[in-house]
């Protein structure tokens, strides 16, 4: 497939690095590719960024079979502009897209497209010290038809936005609020997919966290509500006594590629990281009896996130004082030093723009 390219002819002003924020701000250009049954993919073409025009019948709004993606692009210090495991983001939105009925894409052809984007707006890139270039690639149903079923067209497109730090509080710990009354997926449903809909049930229970002084809710598993899952936005780890663990994998949550990449740099560092199915109560107990050393998230966005507080029904654990962590410090450092490239990427994750 050949890929079109229609440059913009009024080029935006680059915002201040000092003040991105994170997923307001848009690039000139973005990525677009078209699905129609009996047909495949096809005319794939990097546009000017703008709105589409779409029937109010459009599946996508009915029936949310929708699919999304996040991934950042980083400067180096030598200019250059490199992706962080690119690859493994487009081959877990296609382990999404089998899930929710949505033809699968050809991986390949969609980085080259997204090195193409990205070279062509790279003056958006910024390169002030924690600051990227957030990737959004999504695939959207777009048939013009009310009735449940798969549709037979679909949109595959890529926007991109340069973002300082995901949460306000940036590396300082957050605090996570845990509830039982509310459940984001259970087994056999679709937790384990990046799709649209999982995050929308996830909304009412982050706004009462928010409203309680929480910046994100731990969730449960949907079936005993005693099993700790993952945080909205990031998987969770735990050190006790010493020991790294965090969620196994049960196919209701999501396997995170930073997840991933934290697992794999502890493994080097000499560390055990323990995948297990751990309850709220060992966690608080933990707590209790002052064994509990340190919680973090991971996650594209945040990366790192220290966890300063946990609080479920009435009791409340203090993390590690509420400050930030050895080993948060630790994996923040290694990680953030290979995405930059201050240090030499020893497991290959980067491609280079």
Not at 94 to 116: G, Q, Y
Not at 250 to 264: A, E, F, M, N
Request: glycine letters at 8%; a negative charge; charged letters at 25%.
């Amino acid at each position: 497939m050949d890929l079109k390219i229609n440059k913009s002819q009024e080029l935006k002003q680059k915002p201040d690095q000092d003040n991105l924020g994170f997923g307001t701000i848009f690039t000139d250009h973005m990525f677009i590719m078209d699905y129609k049954k009996g047909k495949g993919w096809h005319d794939a073409r990097i546009v000017p960024y703008g709105p589409f025009t779409v029937s109010p019948a459009t599946t996508v709004f009915h029936y949310a079979q929708a699919i999304f993606e996040g991934l950042k692009a980083y400067k180096n210090p030598e200019n250059e502009i490199q992706l962080f495991r690119a690859d493994e983001n487009f081959r877990r939105m296609n382990r999404s897209a089998r899930r929710m009925c949505i033809p699968e894409f050809d991986e390949d052809f969609v980085l080259e497209s997204l090195k193409t984007l990205i070279d062509i707006d790279r003056k958006w890139v910024p390169s002030k010290e924690g600051t990227s270039l957030y990737i959004r690639p999504a695939v959207i149903a777009t048939d013009e038809y009310i009735g449940i079923k798969a549709s037979d067209n679909y949109r595959l497109f890529i926007i991109m936005s340069p973002v300082g730090a995901y949460y306000p509080e940036g590396f300082d710990p957050v605090k996570i609020w845990v509830t039982k009354d509310y459940v984001r997926s259970v087994p056999g449903g679709v937790g384990e997919a990046k799709t649209a809909g999982n995050y929308a049930a996830s909304l009412y229970a982050s706004e009462k966290a928010v409203s309680e002084g929480y910046t994100q809710v731990l969730w449960l598993d949907g079936v005993e509500k005693r099993y700790i899952e993952e945080v909205g936005s990031m998987n969770i780890f735990f050190v006790i006594d010493n020991e790294i663990i965090t969620p196994k994998l049960t196919g209701s949550i999501l396997p995170g590629i930073t997840r991933d990449s934290v697992i794999k740099m502890a493994e080097k560092e000499g560390y055990t990281v323990k995948q297990e199915k751990i309850s709220i109560d060992y966690i608080l107990k933990a707590g209790e009896e002052n064994r509990l050393q340190e919680v973090f998230g991971s996650g594209t966005a945040a990366v790192i996130s220290p966890v300063g507080e946990i609080a479920y029904e009435d009791k409340k654990v203090v993390v590690g004082d509420g400050k930030t962590g050895t080993l948060s410090a630790k994996f923040f450092s290694l990680l953030t030093d290979i995405q930059y490239g201050r240090q030499a990427d020893p497991f290959k994750w980067i491609i280079k723009v």
